[in-house]
Structure formats: C-alpha cells, structure tokens
C-alpha cells in the first residue's frame, strides 16, 4: 500500500513560480513511476509528468514542456513538480500519482490533490 501526500500548492501571478512536493508513504516507492496530473473545473484529469523509479526518463506533455520539470529524490522519499513561467490556463488541482509507463501512465495510487490557481 502506497500513500501520498501532496503539498506546495497555492495562488501565484501569471509569470511566477511554484514548487509542487509529493510525499508517498511506504517501502516500495523507489519501484513506482512517479507522475503529476492534473484537472481543472469541467475538464478531465490529464497527464503533466512522470519519472522513472530510477530518475534516469522523464515524460512530460507538450502544454508544460520547458515551464515545468518533474524530479525525485528517493533518499527523501519526494518527487517534486517545479513549476515556472506559470499561465492562468495552468490552473487546475494537481494529482501527484504512482504506478507505471507503458505508452501511457497508468496508476496504481493517487494522492488527494493540491490546488493551483493562477491570476493573470
């Protein structure tokens, strides 16, 4: 069993910056793919990014690629979600998310959600 805990979100100008942590509980987490997603109101939750157990393979989606960059630290049992150049369009409740990449992430655990709300 995995649980995680996400913390760092907030309200935060178009052009800023924010700093997403997500916190699994558990033994097994160096073995997950660790992956952000995220869904604003009306929409359907879609994919940020995700990391390999390893840290070596990152994924993310076009919409936040060179704003946003996903890394893990396994001795501090954290993989973060720096965000930079933050959009109004890029508010949403963010999902930090463990489980595999295999074409597609597909998660075995998710956090609760934190909320990130950008003003223009």
């Known amino acids: 069993q995995v649980r995680l805990v996400e913390s760092g979100g907030g309200l935060v100008q178009a052009g800023g910056s924010l700093r997403l942590s997500c916190a699994p509980s558990?033994?097994?987490?160096?073995?997950?793919?660790m992956g952000w997603f995220r869904q604003a109101p009306g929409k359907e939750r879609e994919f940020v990014a995700a990391?390999?157990?390893?840290?070596?393979?990152?994924y993310d989606t076009d919409s936040v690629k060179d704003r946003f960059t996903i890394s893990r630290d396994n001795a501090k049992n954290t993989v973060y979600l720096q965000m930079n150049s933050l959009k109004p369009e890029d508010t949403a409740v963010y999902y930090c998310?463990?489980?595999?990449?295999?074409?597609?992430?597909?998660?075995?655990?998710w956090g609760q959600g934190t909320q990130v709300t950008v003003s223009s």
């Open positions: 558990g033994r097994t987490f160096n073995v997950y793919t």
């Open positions: 998310a463990a489980g595999s990449m295999s074409g597609s992430f597909k998660a075995a655990y």
């Open positions: 990391i390999t157990w390893s840290g070596s393979s990152t």
